[in-house]
C-alpha cells in the first residue's frame, strides 16, 4: 500500500455535521486524491491536489473541500454532511512522473450519515 | 467532462482467456491504467500504457488504441483469485485520474 494511511476507517456522522476524513503517506508522492466509491458509479474523483496548498476540483466536488499544508497529509471535510454523501472514500497518492503513474491507494474510509 | 465505458459483468472459466474492453471520451488524455479491486479491497495498480500497442506483464496484458480511444485488458490462464472488479481510468493532464465504472469478474470452475 506504499504507506497510505486512512482515518478513521468507520464513521457514522448526523446529518448536518462537519466531517473531516484524513489522509497520511509515508512516500512523499507529490500528487494525491480523494475519491468515493459508490455502487454503479466506480470511483469517481473529488479533489486532487498537486503539491503542498495546491489543489482542485474533480467531477464531485460540491459539498466537499480538501487541505494540503504538508506533503504527507490530505485532508477531506465535508462541510455539512447530507445522506447523499453515504459512500466509501479513497485517497491516493503518486509520483506522476512520466517513469511512474502508479497511484496507491489507501484502505478506504466508510462514511454513513444518517 | 470525461467518459469511460467497460462492460459492468464478465464471467470466465478457470484456466480461460478473458478480456475487459475499455472506450473513452475525453480531453487532455495522457494514458490508460487498469485497475484491481477485490470486495472490501483497497484498487491495486496493475498496468500503464501511454503509447499505442500491447504491454505484457505476467499473465496480464493491456493494450492501447490511441486514434480508437479504447483499450483492454486480457486476464490468461485465469485463476479463482482473480475473481475481481477491474478498472480502466485515464490518465489527463495534470495527472488527474478519472475511472470507469467497473467490470466484475467472476471466474468459475
Known amino acids: 500500500d506504499a504507506g497510505i494511511t486512512q482515518s478513521p476507517r468507520h464513521k457514522v456522522t448526523e446529518t448536518g455535521t462537519p466531517v473531516t476524513l484524513r489522509c497520511h503517506q509515508t512516500e512523499n508522492h507529490r500528487y494525491m486524491y480523494w475519491y468515493r466509491q459508490d455502487p454503479g458509479h466506480g470511483l469517481r474523483l473529488i479533489h486532487y491536489?498537486?503539491?503542498?496548498?495546491?489543489?482542485d476540483k474533480g467531477e464531485v466536488s460540491d459539498g466537499y473541500s480538501v487541505s494540503r499544508s504538508k506533503t504527507e497529509d490530505f485532508l477531506l471535510t465535508l462541510e455539512s454532511a447530507t445522506s447523499s454523501q453515504t459512500s466509501v472514500y479513497f485517497c491516493?497518492?503518486?509520483?506522476?512522473?512520466?517513469?511512474?503513474?502508479?497511484?496507491?491507494f489507501g484502505q478506504g474510509t466508510r462514511l454513513t450519515v444518517v | 467532462g470525461q467518459s469511460l465505458e467497460q462492460p459492468s459483468e464478465v464471467t470466465a472459466v478457470e484456466g480461460a482467456i478473458v478480456q475487459i474492453n475499455c472506450t473513452y471520451q475525453t480531453s487532455g488524455f495522457y494514458g490508460l491504467s487498469w485497475y484491481q479491486q477485490h470486495d472490501g479491497g483497497a484498487p491495486t495498480f496493475l498496468s500503464y500504457n501511454a503509447l499505442d500497442g500491447l504491454e505484457e506483464t505476467g499473465r496480464f496484458s493491456s493494450f492501447l488504441s490511441r486514434s480508437d480511444s479504447y483499450g483492454y485488458l486480457l486476464l490468461q490462464e485465469l485463476q479463482m483469485k482473480d475473481s475481481a472488479s477491474y478498472f480502466c481510468a485515464v490518465r489527463l493532464t495534470g495527472n488527474q485520474f478519472y475511472f470507469g465504472t467497473g467490470t466484475s469478474l467472476t471466474v468459475i470452475p
Open positions: 491516493a497518492a503518486t509520483p506522476g512522473t512520466a517513469s511512474n503513474t502508479e497511484a496507491f
Open positions: 491536489s498537486y503539491g503542498v496548498k495546491d489543489t
